[in-house]
Each structure stands twice: as structure tokens, then as C-alpha cells.
């Protein structure tokens, strides 16, 4: 079945977990001492591991951890087969292209870097990296909100940088960046060492995600008193315009709103995970087949790269 065919699939809004790894609920964690693989789950017809690998002083430790969360332990993120099956689907389209570089998802907080980041991550068979875990495990705090508190935003950057930094050497895997990675050009010298895929959300359905989940693992977001939903939402205003065209830097661009106009939602909130992760296949493969052609073109008559 086509991708498009796939996407006008019936589908009911989506209810999700904070940021996977942020709640311990449904969390299980591993380590060992090899680039171990080890399946955690079963999403159906989807082979569904999920690995993560922690960094210290710009060394990469083997460490895993099985990072994906199913309220419950029963029901799948999958909205149906027929979705599980196309993103098995692009996957396969798309991995020969990719041939082995990495995927960073960029957006604002709450986009669904880390939840659409590990369905991918999944049924490519590449690790999973969160850079916000990567940061704290690397400064020993268990929080960005503490690293913000006892330090400085600055201090939480200049080791975001570092994380990207040693990432960048990496192959096989899908990263999901914090929000504000996309303000030094230094990140994007890292990040283009793979693929940039920029997850477009309206703010109004950031600021309902993060209303719903609280503020207290966002500090930039943090506030004490107020209308979760319009604080967060003047907040991600402010962000989003100081970020400019920043996460438009990305080589490929999901927007939810074309995804749910292609399905006829009038709501990006009716649309599953599972949707986004196979429309960021489709752009994925894309982007990498244009870029194959305009280096085909460019070959004497005959030839191709
Ligand atoms: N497609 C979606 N529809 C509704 N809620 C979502 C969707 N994707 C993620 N969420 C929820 O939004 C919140 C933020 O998602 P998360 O993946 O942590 O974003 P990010 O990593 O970009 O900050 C979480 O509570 C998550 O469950
Ligand atoms: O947008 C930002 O500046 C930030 C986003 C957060 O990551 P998420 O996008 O994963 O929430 C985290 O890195 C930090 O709180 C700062």
C-alpha cells in the first residue's frame, strides 16, 4: 500500500506519554558492557528495539537502555496495521538511501522529537539517543530544569554542542535534539553529518502537548502561576520568533498541518505518531533521491553515482 493510500486511513487522536524517557513508568533499563541489541518489545508486525548509548567526557560508554513506553504494557502506539505495515514499508524504501547516516529530528519543545524518533529509530533497526539524556548523564544532573537551576542555560548548551559533537561520528542512529540545538551554527556542522528533519507543529497544539504534561521538565517553558495552556503558549511565541528560520535550516520538513490536510483532519491532534514517522520517511527518501539525481545529472552520459 502507498504511503498517501496509508495516510487517509481513518485515525483517532493520539494520547501519548511525556518524552518517553522523562517519566519512569513503562521505563526499563539495561546496561551492559558491548554495543548490545536487545529487543524490548513487540509492536506487532514491527521490529521494535530501541537503544541507547550514554556519553561522558566525550567518550562514548556502551551503556543501553530500552527507552519505549506503552501505557499499560498492552496496547500499541500503532494506530492500525495497515499504518504499522507502510511504515514498515518506507522504512525498507528508505534505509538504502540512508545508507547508514543518522537522522536528527529538530523542532520546538513538545514537537515529538523523542516520541516519533523512537518509531523510527525502531523500525530502522538504529539506536535512539534523547541529546537532553545525553546532556544529563554527561554533567551528572538528572534534570535539564536542575542543570538550569545550578548552572546556566549556557552551560547547558556549550554541553549540548559537545553531545552533537561526538554524535556526529556515529552511524545508525536517530537523535532526538532539544529544542534550542538549532541556535548554534556549530550544531548544524554536526547534524548535517546526517540527515536534519524539521518536525512543524502549530503552537497551539505545543502549548495544549505541554499544558497537558506540565512544564516542570522544560525550563524555558517553567512557570509558577497562570493558564498552563496560554503561558505556555506566549512562551513558545516569544521562542519561536526569536529561533526565526532557524529549524527551516533542516533538509527535510514534516508538517503536521499538510500531513492532517492530506487525511481531511482539521486538527493536527487526530494524528498519530505512526502518520508523522512515515511522512518523515517520505520526505527522508525525498530529499536523498533529489540529491542522488542532481549528482547523477552532473556525471558524463551513462554513468550514475
Ligand atoms: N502526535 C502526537 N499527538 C499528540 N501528542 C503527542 C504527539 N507526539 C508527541 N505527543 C506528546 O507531546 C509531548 C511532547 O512529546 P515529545 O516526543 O517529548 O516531544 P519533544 O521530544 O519534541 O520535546 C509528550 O507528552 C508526547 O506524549
Ligand atoms: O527549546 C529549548 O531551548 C529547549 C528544549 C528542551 O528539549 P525538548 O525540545 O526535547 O523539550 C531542552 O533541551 C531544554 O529545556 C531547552
Same mark, same amino acid.
Do not use: Q
Given at each position: 500500500m502507498e504511503a498517501s493510500a496509508a495516510l487517509s486511513l481513518k485515525s483517532s487522536s493520539w494520547i501519548g506519554s511525556e518524552k518517553g524517557g522523562r517519566r519512569s513508568e513503562g521505563f526499563s533499563r539495561f546496561q551492559s558492557g558491548i554495543w548490545e541489541k536487545k529487543r524490548v518489545q513487540s509492536l506487532g508486525?514491527? %521490529?521494535?528495539?530501541?537503544?541507547?548509548v550514554s556519553?561522558?567526557? @566525550?567518550?562514548l560508554e556502551p551503556k543501553i537502555s530500552c527507552c519505549y513506553k506503552k501505557s499499560g504494557g498492552t496496547e500499541s502506539i500503532h494506530?492500525?496495521?495497515? &499504518?504499522? +505495515?507502510?511504515l514498515k514499508r518506507?522504512? &525498507? %524504501?528508505?534505509l538504502p538511501y540512508l545508507n547508514g547516516r543518522c537522522i536528527y529530528l529538530v523542532g520546538m519543545m513538545g514537537s515529538g522529537k523523542t516520541t516519533v524518533g523512537k518509531i523510527l529509530s525502531e523500525?530502522? @533497526?538504529?539506536?535512539?539517543? %534523547?541529546?537532553?539524556? +545525553?546532556v544529563e548523564q554527561a554533567? @551528572?544532573?538528572?534534570s535539564v530544569a536542575q542543570i538550569f537551576k545550578l548552572h546556566s542555560e549556557a552551560f547547558f548548551r556549550d554541553n549540548e554542542s559537545e553531545v552533537l559533537r561526538d554524535l556526529s561520528s556515529m552511524r545508525r542512529l536517530v537523535v532526538a535534539t532539544g529544542g534550542g540545538a538549532v541556535i548554534r551554527p556549530i550544531n548544524w556542522k554536526y547534524m548535517k553529518q546526517g540527515l536534519t528533519?524539521? +518536525? %512543524?507543529?502549530?503552537?497551539?497544539? +505545543?502549548?495544549?502537548?505541554?499544558?497537558a504534561v506540565g512544564t516542570a521538565s522544560r525550563p524555558l517553558l517553567h512557570q509558577d502561576s497562570g493558564d498552563p495552556y496560554m503561558k505556555a503558549f506566549a512562551r513558545l511565541s516569544a521562542l519561536s520568533e526569536q529561533r526565526g528560520d532557524a529549524y527551516a535550516n533542516a533538509d527535510a520538513r514534516v508538517s503536521l498541518e499538510h500531513i492532517a490536510t492530506k487525511q481531511g483532519h482539521e486538527d493536527v491532534s487526530a494524528l498519530t505518531p505512526t502518520a508523522i514517522a512515515?511522512?518523515?520517511f517520505v520526505k527522508i527518501e525525498s530529499f536523498l533521491t533529489d540529491k542522488a539525481a542532481v549528482r547523477n545529472s552532473s556525471l558524463p552520459s551513462g554513468m550514475s553515482a
Open positions: 508486525l514491527i %521490529d521494535s528495539r530501541c537503544h541507547r556519553i561522558r567526557s @566525550g567518550k494506530n492500525s496495521v495497515d &499504518e504499522a +505495515l507502510v518506507k522504512s &525498507e %524504501d528508505v523500525v530502522l @533497526g538504529y539506536s535512539f539517543f %534523547d541529546s537532553d539524556k +545525553l554533567v @551528572g544532573i538528572s528533519v524539521w +518536525l %512543524d507543529v502549530p503552537l497551539e497544539a +505545543l502549548a495544549r502537548r505541554i499544558a512515515i511522512e518523515a
